[in-house]
């Protein structure tokens, strides 16, 4: 592929994106504590998160072991990869779901959007990339690792404090109190917009900013519906929790 079609290609996901991020204003995910009847066949959730994530984790594998890359584009890979075998093969054995289930669609629809999101991302790092060492001290290099390691802090210290809510075999929901909490129900949607923001700048490059804008049409819609459903089920939750942005939104 021509380094412009692959260009092409990618502005035309971005622009599903965002689409996305607008039908999602209607249509809440219907999986965790959204999910409803209606939506066709169910698996297991914990099987739904290792089928929905894998992609992106052996996609960017394949490309990294396959190609000859920079040393900066390892490095992106190598980031991503550690984000997603966590995600893959930790996080879906710590959730406490047990005998809970996840429509089908859904995972389906994910392993799409992780096989272009991971597929887009991959194929540039091994066929466009064109980094050097020179990178390594560029002011967009050393605010993005530093965003996307807080961003994953943010998002795994808030992952399992919510893990931890529920004792082993408890399915029911709580109130989240402490850490980033105090100030806006999803702080691990809002750690993971963080890391992604710190991918795409430490990256500058289209996939990477299209898979910000991905994430961020996944996770703002979901944490403001999160927020509605804990204001409704909570007649005590804190008024002045906002959503995802702590004092914005
Ligand atoms: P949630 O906050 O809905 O749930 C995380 C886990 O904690 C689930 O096991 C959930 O159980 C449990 N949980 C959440 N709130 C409570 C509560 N109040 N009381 C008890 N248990 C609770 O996260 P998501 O499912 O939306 O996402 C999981 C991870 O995946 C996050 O880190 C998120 O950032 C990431 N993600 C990334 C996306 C992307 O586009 N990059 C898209 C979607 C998610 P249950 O499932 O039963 O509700």
Redesign the pocket.
Known sequence: MSSETFFQVCQFWAGIAILTFILLQFVKAP???HIKKGWGPEIS?KWGWILMEAPSFFIILYFFVSSDQSSYASLLSLLWLIHYAN?TFI?PVR???KG?KMPLVIVLSAVFFNLINAGLNGYFLAHFETYTTANYTSWNFLVGILLFFGGAWI?QKS?TL??G??KPGE?G????KGFLFNYIS?P??FG?LIQ?GGFALMALNCPATTFLL??AA??IP?AMN?HKWYKKTFDEYPESRKAIIPGVL
């Open positions: 999986y965790g504590r959730n995600r996080f959730i406490r779901t809970k998002n992952d919510l893990i809510l529920r399915v929901y709580k109130i989240p999803c691990n949607h993971e992604w991905w994430t996944n996770l979901r999160h």
